[in-house]
């Protein structure tokens, strides 16, 4: 399975940002699918994730602004940030675990791929 994240750029504190995943080399139907981040000098961080069944988790730090979505017809996983913080600055990855389990311990995802920055300015 590939992975290519995609749609950062530069926001305002307050405002919102969507980023994509696309995957592919296999359908991701039964994957679970997680977003994570990694600001400079910091630890990765798991933000969000979906299992096969559509469960969603997510981490303290963005509950209630962000949301994970996933389109298996177009093999997309999604994550919508609303009400964006200058801590959120990160570059952000996607990253699949064939198991679809989910859950946000980012060792159980075999599949990681590019990531995409997200800068938001205060």
């Known amino acids: 399975v590939q992975l290519q994240a995609s749609g950062g750029g530069l926001v305002q504190a307050g405002g919102s940002l969507g980023v994509s995943c696309a995957a592919s080399?296999?359908?991701?139907?039964?994957?679970?699918m997680l977003w994570f981040r990694q600001a400079p000098g910091k630890e990765r961080e798991s933000v969000a994730a979906i299992n096969w069944r559509g469960g969603k988790y997510y981490a303290d730090s963005v509950r209630g602004r962000f949301s994970i979505s996933k389109d298996n017809a177009k093999n997309t996983l999604y994550l919508q940030m609303n009400s964006l913080k200058p801590e959120d600055t990160a570059v952000y990855y996607c990253?699949?675990?064939?198991?679809?389990?989910?859950?946000?311990?980012?060792?159980?995802?075999?599949?990681r791929g590019q990531g995409t920055q997200v800068t938001v300015s205060s």
């Open positions: 990253a699949a675990d064939r198991s679809g389990r989910g859950g946000l311990y980012l060792g159980a995802y075999e599949y």
């Open positions: 080399g296999r359908n991701v139907s039964t994957y679970a």
